[in-house]
């Protein structure tokens, strides 16, 4: 089993959402975070001043799959996601060693399901 933990644009979490159900992915986590990477935060200007961001809106998907599945979620996730700029987000793919659904008990791949 893999952990898979996508950062991307909060624009473009609809379309990431949409595309991973068409997948058959039964369950993933969504969360609103900030951070940069090599843009280093973003300036805007507001009522005629100028801003630093320092921390960027993003958005945080964690999806637990079965091995066999990695490839195509990567895959899914990057081709919604990409918008062709900086700040398109990353994909970071963790071994996962167990997994247990709490109501019934089960564990492993069969927790996921």
Known sequence: MKYIIAIVKPSCIDDVHKALVELGISGLT???????????????IYRGNEYTIAFVPKIKLEIAVEDGQVERVMETIRSTANTDTIGDGKVFVLDLADALRIRTGETGVDALK
């Open 30 to 44: 969504v969360s609103e975070v900030r951070g940069y990477g090599r843009q280093r935060g973003q300036t805007e």
